[in-house]
């Protein structure tokens, strides 16, 4: 009777643990894109959210951002608006987590330009898509038993085996294989915000 109370317990704790741990977390954020080094636009500022699943030492994230920005003649409206998907993973789960993370994105861009100022005629509407895979680190704060904060930097459209293009960033060496994978970026991405979980 106790070696079966006892087991019962061992298995108990760490099912409660982990179910405290994850769950369903939804929340805003705030995120700076920089392109390539080579790219006229410097760092610019978007708004999005996030959903993330999972608890232990893995989840899954969803994130859009967004940004729309009129021309300074006014006859030109830049809608941006990525959706990335990522696998993170926490090495250790405490109330300051670090984690690793990596994913795919894709990246939507809509150009509509206007005949006049007052943004009444369209005269032309592009839209182009971009997909990349990126990776990344970070951290998560939990304040609070259900709401957490987090921060984190990601390398977007990583290119494996060295590619030609004179625009691509050089991963940094201290990533380990990213010398003998040849691996380089076309941009990067801070992002902090926070999460409520249920």
Do not use: C
């Amino acid at each position: 009777m106790r070696t079966s109370l006892l087991a019962v317990v061992l298995l108990v704790v760490p099912v409660a643990a982990a179910a405290q741990e994850g769950g369903i977390g939804i929340g805003p954020r705030l995120t700076f894109i920089r392109g390539s080094e080579n790219a006229p636009e410097g760092t610019q500022r978007f708004l999005g959210g996030i959903l993330r699943l999972g608890g232990g030492h893995t989840a899954l994230e969803v994130a859009m951002d967004y940004r729309s920005e009129v021309s300074g003649a006014l006859t030109e409206r830049v809608k941006s608006y990525p959706i990335q998907g990522s696998l993170l993973v926490y090495p250790i789960r405490a109330r300051v987590s670090p984690y690793v993370l990596g994913g795919l994105g894709w990246y939507t861009q809509q150009v509509t330009h206007f005949s006049a100022p007052t943004g009444t005629v369209v005269v032309d509407d592009t839209t182009t898509r971009k997909m990349g895979y990126h990776a990344g680190f970070g951290g998560e704060v939990r304040a609070a038993r259900h709401f957490g904060l987090y921060g984190d930097y990601r390398y977007t459209f990583i290119g494996f085996g060295g590619d030609d293009d004179t625009s691509a960033g050089v991963l940094p060496g201290w990533i380990p294989g990213s010398e003998r994978l040849k691996l380089s970026h076309e941009g990067s991405m801070f992002t902090w915000g926070g999460v409520f979980y249920f």
